[in-house]
């Protein structure tokens, strides 16, 4: 069965009549307090919107809420389904979809991740500036819908340059250190054992997830600029004695949390302001 965006776009649009988003947050695992900073216009839960895929993991609250962050009219998925949900593939593709069709230009995606640097343990900021897609999976596979973008397009330069450049310039004044590397998309849901993450190391990866490409391979077919932050919750397998657990995660995402949700409130204000700076630039320009 095909899932319809405009359906579950349509049902939003009805619960907060008027309000156009320009940004739209993905929260990962442990991540969701983020939402409750929102001054908030709207929060729906994911079962009462048409078609929406929910989500079944500890961590992932499973609403919709609109309003505003740092100034900046949002709309914030509070949690999100992963492929080891044992979804279609395809189901994937609607949230983001719907997202578009509210208004959003642009895509903050966060995620608890593992570090494959010691340097970067838990506690860490990782901003991706590029991901490895190691499940085979994509929700894009099979008929395209032209309405959202073309059959074929590049991947390069998936994580927005001028975005990263902006958030890394936030976390310096903010004093906040933030690392930057490649994601790799493990498909879970078990943890990755120590010789998997040796042969992944060959690959060039910083952390590793099981998370966030669905997302940005939707988010980029339709146009959407993309920025990413991973929540360092733990080394990689093998890599120290702590044993892996989701429990873990959960609770070592709310070491480095004040200073995401710093980050990403600076970041949405600072961002507002260039915003509108085009925004006049573009038209005067027009009037000229």
Request: include cysteine; hydrophobic fraction near 45%.
């Amino acid at each position: 069965m095909t899932l319809d965006p405009h359906k579950a776009a349509d049902f939003v649009k009805k619960a907060a009549p008027g309000f156009t988003p320009r940004v739209g947050i993905v929260l990962g695992s442990g991540l969701g307090d983020l939402a409750e900073k929102i001054e908030m216009v709207a929060s729906i839960d994911y079962e009462t919107i048409p078609d929406f895929p929910r989500s079944s993991v500890e961590g992932h609250a499973g609403r919709l809420i609109l309003g505003r962050l740092g100034g900046m009219a949002v709309a914030c998925m509070q949690g999100r389904v992963h492929y080891y949900e044992g979804v279609n593939p395809q189901d994937l593709a609607l949230p983001i979809r719907m997202l578009k069709l509210l208004g959003i230009e642009i895509l903050l995606l966060t995620n608890a991740a593992g570090s494959f640097k010691k340097k970067m343990g838990p506690g860490s900021l990782m901003m991706i500036k590029d991901h490895i897609n190691f499940t085979a999976l994509n929700p894009l596979v099979g008929a395209n819908d032209d309405e959202f973008g073309p059959r074929f397009f590049s991947m390069e330069d998936a994580y927005d340059p001028t975005l990263r450049q902006h958030l890394a310039a936030v976390a310096k004044e903010l004093g906040i250190t933030l690392h930057e590397g490649v994601y790799l998309h493990y498909l879970g849901p078990n943890f990755e054992t120590p010789a998997e993450i040796r042969a992944f190391k060959t690959l060039g990866p910083d952390a590793v997830g099981m998370s966030t490409t669905p997302e940005v391979l939707v988010a980029r077919h339709c146009g959407l600029r993309v920025a990413a932050i991973s929540n360092i919750t733990n080394l990689a397998a093998g890599m120290s004695k702590t044993q892996l657990s989701h429990e873990q995660t959960l609770e070592c995402a709310k070491i480095a949390a004040a200073d995401l949700e710093s980050l990403v409130i600076v970041f949405l204000e600072t961002l507002k302001r260039e915003l509108l700076k085009a925004h006049i630039r573009s038209t005067e320009n027009g009037v000229n």
